[in-house]
């Protein structure tokens, strides 16, 4: 269920006058929503998808994950009417002429498949462009079904659906955010428009919680991967963008899919510290510079611990990095750690971080005590 205190959004934004056509676009600002530090549960680079809606006959489904903002071109037309980067159904209409409007149960529905299974901390539902033509309301069910079951699978009358937005008015032109308070884990959504409308993206923000008897199966996996339950806790700089990115899947494709900080002038270092998907003995080591010329780090060394009072201990000592390079080290006679600190020297960047390693029992089972108690 949701908690109050975010901002919120209602009616239609003015018709768009020109210009910047994000100008008159309702956030809250640079600091946004408070759950936005937390990975985007469905970023299609984790594999999230759009199984199925009831209705996109202006704008397709697929448009609700892409990344990045959306976009808005006032000239382009299409034959089915305006050319919208989201979601957008018909219009509803009633049963006769004597009911010409929608009844009140009516809606349209999309199903969302996350592309990691996790705990959902905040939902964005942003409506930008969509000025007169945004849903009146919405709402959003999570389910937690293994496997990759179809649409109608998910649709069956013995699956069980957690409300985790209830049906709330909502703002056109806006990023209207959501503080959700269920701590279950959840690998599909149901996203409801009241009665129909256009929505531009879906962001859903929380924690991975990964599947331990899939982990336990692959015995050695990268125990920092965003998907496997990794997760930054902290970093010096963030200034060109997010360590988060150092473990995001597959190889960066330009500069800006690693994390680069800001030119350090003076002494001292940048850092960012993980925690790993559980207590783990880590065997190999990646360190990869991708697309990083001139400018990635030019040194860098890895430090873990276990538990948050622990000492740190050297993994990796202070090695030289080349620029726009996969490095590997295996380190020997590692520790189990829960814990692990990248320096970079004296600043830079870094595209991806990769920790191959295996599950100690004490992490195994506190991993499945987790996932336990997340599935009830």
């Known amino acids: ?3 109050p205190g975010l901002p919120r959004y209602t009616g239609d934004a003015s018709p768009y006058a020109g210009g910047d056509p994000y100008a008159d676009y309702r956030t809250p600002g640079p600091a946004g929503f408070p759950f936005t530090h937390l990975p985007d549960l469905a970023d299609r680079r984790l594999g999230a998808g759009v199984l199925a809606a009831n ?17 808005f071109d006032p000239e382009a037309f299409g034959h089915k009417g305006k050319t919208m ?15 010409p409007f929608p009844a009140d149960e009516d809606h349209d529905w999309a199903l969302i498949r996350l592309g990691a299974p996790g705990v959902v901390h905040g939902i964005i539902v942003d409506t930008a462009h969509f000025r007169g033509n945004h849903p009146q309301s919405v709402s959003i069910q999570g389910a937690c079904v293994e496997g990759s079951p179809s649409p109608d699978e998910l649709l069956a009358d013995d699956v069980p659906w957690t409300t985790l937005v209830p049906r709330t008015t909502i703002g056109g032109h806006a990023a209207n955010g959501f503080l959700v308070d269920a701590a279950r884990r959840f690998t599909h959504l149901r996203l409801n428009q009241h009665p129909d409308g256009g929505v531009a993206r879906l962001r859903v923000h929380g924690e991975v919680a990964p599947a331990p008897d899939w982990l336990a199966a692959l015995g050695t996996f990268d125990v920092v991967a965003l998907e496997n339950g990794g997760r930054v806790e902290d970093a010096s700089d963030r200034f060109y963008s997010s360590p988060a990115h150092t473990i995001q899947p597959g190889r960066p494709r330009t500069m800006g899919e690693g994390w680069e900080t800001r030119r350090r002038r003076g002494t001292g270092n940048d850092w960012v510290r993980y925690r790993l998907t559980a207590q783990s003995v880590i065997r190999a080591v990646e360190v990869d510079t991708g697309c990083l010329k001139g400018n990635s780090a030019g040194w860098a060394a890895l ?26 080290f295996r380190p020997a006679g590692a520790p189990p750690v829960t814990h692990v600190r990248l320096d970079i020297f004296p600043d830079g960047g870094i595209a991806r971080l990769r920790l ?4 100690t029992a004490e992490g195994a089972r506190r991993l499945a005590a987790r996932h336990e108690e997340l599935n009830g």
């Open 1 to 3: 269920m949701t908690t």
């Open 55 to 71: 209705d996109e006959f202006f704008a397709e489904r697929e448009n609700l994950l892409r990344p990045g903002p959306a976009h």
């Open 85 to 99: 980067d989201g979601w957008e159904t018909r219009r509803r209409r009633g049963a006769d002429g004597a009911h």
């Open 303 to 328: 430090y873990g611990r276990d538990g948050e009072g622990g000492d740190w201990a050297e993994l990796l000592p202070r090695t030289r990095l080349q620029p726009d390079t996969v490095h590997r």
């Open 356 to 359: 191959h390693g295996s599950l």
